[in-house]
């Protein structure tokens, strides 16, 4: 019953005892019954005069919504708070391709365990390799398969905020997860306490249009990213995943929108002695060195001097979305001495999602994207892919020797695709492929580093997934990852994911 029909009543109620109170003025009524009658009245009266109040203010429950879902007004301020994440617990187990001994990892697919993979060596020569015949040495991890690891590094904390201005809403996102521990953070994690650190993820502000802080990068489409329990996910989406950047979004006619950025820049280069970014320890003691025997390089050579520039131009229709989408690098490789050279990386692709509609399936989704260029590095999304490729070991002594050192940007190209398929409304599975090729030349990076670099990464991921509510996710997946050397050896992976999440 609402509250205008209950005062409706008592109202009534009230007229109908002051009209009992009126006839029992007949000559029989006695004095102690009208008495009780206008007490009566008065406490109806009283009553009334409540429930008028309490209907003029508002429950407790809408002074405290705020001003977009999920959120809550903090008390003497204009500003709407949002907290949200999960608790995730990943189970991986390797049956062929599994990590060597460290701090374990969860992720298994682009950025975790595939680009560094244990190859499949067996004999195999390489041309200057620096032993008896060119014979490669065993790779003894090769054979390392039924390795288990599980965690909860990848749950996940997020704090959103939203104030109204004369310029519009103000918004900020901050969120944090626990996978950021690596060999130089803690060893024997799991000794006595597993004591994982937080890992910033995002931290920017909006608004209208434009967006400062870390975020995920212009280029990076999560609708068109399948939905995989892989924290890693399948190789050839776009990148750079998350990173600092300055972004202005045009609303367009007919449901478009252009959005430009100014992104931190990273300069990364292979070399004989590893991968180098500009951010490297020159002196390989750190994890970013790849190559088995680094040297000092004396110098960085990797130099940033100007941001990234990207474009996106997107269409959003119900049946999905379609993004075209760019990039534009300034790749400086300078020695402080000898050596100043710049190229110019680039590239650009497409993205988007499809939902099909057909056989009545309505939730079915189909999701791809694309890209390729010259120098796009990290924008493959990558944990050890580069733009530049060169000969240097060290810096020069002489003018003459800087003239032997040779730089090429790298030409790349990645695809993902993948199909979400929905068995009921609790059950869903999603089928992905992926693919990444990096034109190294073996001659450049020497024949030990072309055992360490990678020429070609191919993923394919299968799930089934149920949701028994819809804030908890329960699901199984199967993951493939193959690996190809600049030297032509090959390594795989196979591995089973399993994974518990509670969002709230």
């Not at 931190?264 to 292979?270: A, G, K, L, Q």
């Not at 003239?403 to 993902?416: C, D, H, Q, S, Y």
């Not at 695709?417 to 992926?434: D, N």
Request: charge should be negative; proline fraction near 6%.
């Amino acid at each position: 019953m609402t509250r205008e029909r209950k005062i409706g009543i008592l109202a009534a109620l009230g007229g109908i005892a002051a009209g009992i109170a009126l006839l029992t003025g007949l000559p029989q009524a006695q004095a102690d019954e009208l008495a009780d009658l206008r007490v009566n009245q008065q406490l109806l009266q009283q009553r009334l005069d409540q429930l008028a109040q309490a209907a003029a203010v508002p429950p407790a429950a809408s002074l405290l919504r705020g001003s977009f879902p999920r959120s809550i007004l903090i008390p003497g301020t204009d500003t709407s708070l949002s907290i949200g994440g999960f608790i995730d617990e990943t189970l991986d187990y390797w049956l062929t391709g599994g990590p060597a001994n460290g701090n374990q990892t969860t992720t298994v697919g682009s950025t975790g365990q595939l680009p560094s993979v244990p190859l499949d060596i067996h004999g195999q020569t390489v041309p200057g390799y620096p032993t008896p015949g060119n014979v490669v040495p065993v790779n003894v991890q090769h054979s390392r398969g039924h390795v288990f690891s599980q965690s909860p590094r990848e749950s996940r904390l997020r704090i959103e905020t939203r104030t109204p201005s004369a310029w519009g809403p103000v918004g900020t996102v901050m969120e944090f997860d626990f996978a950021g521990t690596n060999a130089n953070s803690g060893n024997n994690l799991l000794h006595v306490s597993d004591n994982l650190i937080p890992r910033l993820r995002l931290a920017y502000a909006t608004i209208g249009g434009l967006l400062v802080g870390q975020a995920y990068g212009n280029t990076v489409d999560l609708a068109a990213n399948p939905e995989v329990l892989d924290f890693g996910g399948p190789v050839g989406e776009w990148g750079a995943n998350r990173i600092p950047q300055v972004r202005y979004t045009f609303s367009t006619p007919f449901g478009t929108s252009i959005a430009v950025s100014a992104e931190t820049p990273d300069t990364d280069i292979v070399t004989p002695s590893g991968l180098f970014e500009q951010d490297s320890n020159i002196n390989c003691a750190n994890y970013s060195c790849s190559g088995t025997t680094a040297l000092p390089l004396g110098v960085n050579p990797a130099k940033n001097t100007a941001p990234d520039l990207t474009a996106v131009f997107e269409l959003t229709r119900p049946w999905g979305h379609f993004r075209l989408q760019g990039v534009m690098r300034n790749l400086d490789f300078q020695d402080g001495h000898f050596i100043s050279r710049e190229y110019i990386g680039f590239g650009g692709g497409f993205a988007g999602n499809l939902k099909p509609g057909w056989f009545g399936w309505s939730k079915d989704n189909f999701q791809f994207q694309a890209e390729a260029g010259k120098g796009l590095g990290h924008y493959i999304n990558d944990s050890a892919n580069a733009a530049l490729a060169t000969n240097y070991t060290a810096s020069p002594a002489t003018l003459a020797a800087a003239r032997n050192i040779l730089v090429k940007p790298i030409t790349a190209f990645g695809a993902a695709v993948g199909y979400q398929h929905w068995w009921t409304p609790e059950i869903r599975s999603t089928l992905a492929v992926g693919i990444e090729h990096d034109d190294i030349s073996s001659q450049l990076i020497g024949p030990v580093e072309s055992t360490a670099a990678n020429k070609e990464l191919f993923t394919t991921h299968a799930n089934l997934i149920w949701s028994p509510v819809s804030f908890i996710d329960v699901g199984l997946e199967y993951v493939f990852g193959h690996r190809v050397a600049v030297a032509n050896l090959k390594g795989d992976e196979n591995v089973v994911i399993s994974k518990f999440r509670v969002r709230f």
